[in-house]
């Protein structure tokens, strides 16, 4: 891997997570918000997290991202 398919890779994750989320935000979507619950009371704690969906979508396209990247480089190198 190198330094550009890295910057493609990651870059592609945080941009497509960070858009879901702020779709899931501005339009208030549960399943693309991300939210963060914490309540402690005299019966203890209870921490309750948003949705991983987006992570997920960013994950998957940016897998998708480095594979496009790496076929369009070893097409311009034959």
Same mark, same amino acid.
């Given at each position: =891997? %190198? #330094?550009?398919?890295? $910057?493609? %890779?990651?870059? /592609? &994750? *945080?941009? /497509? %997570?960070? &858009?879901? *989320?702020? +779709?899931?935000? +501005?339009? %208030? +979507?549960?399943?693309? =918000?991300?939210?963060?619950?914490? /309540? ?5 704690? @209870? #921490?309750?997290?948003?949705? =991983? #969906?987006?992570? =997920?979508?960013?994950? +998957?396209?940016? @897998?998708?991202?480095?594979? #496009?990247? $790496? ?6 190198? $034959?």
């Amino acid at each position: =891997m %190198t #330094i550009k398919s890295l $910057v493609v %890779t990651l870059g /592609t &994750l *945080f941009l /497509t %997570t960070g &858009l879901l *989320f702020l +779709i899931g935000h +501005i339009f %208030t +979507i549960r399943w693309l =918000m991300f939210y963060y619950e914490y /309540t402690s009371d005299a019966e203890g704690f @209870f #921490i309750s997290g948003g949705s =991983m #969906i987006p992570l =997920m979508i960013g994950l +998957i396209a940016s @897998f998708i991202a480095e594979k #496009i990247y $790496v076929y369009k480089r070893r097409q311009k190198h $034959v």
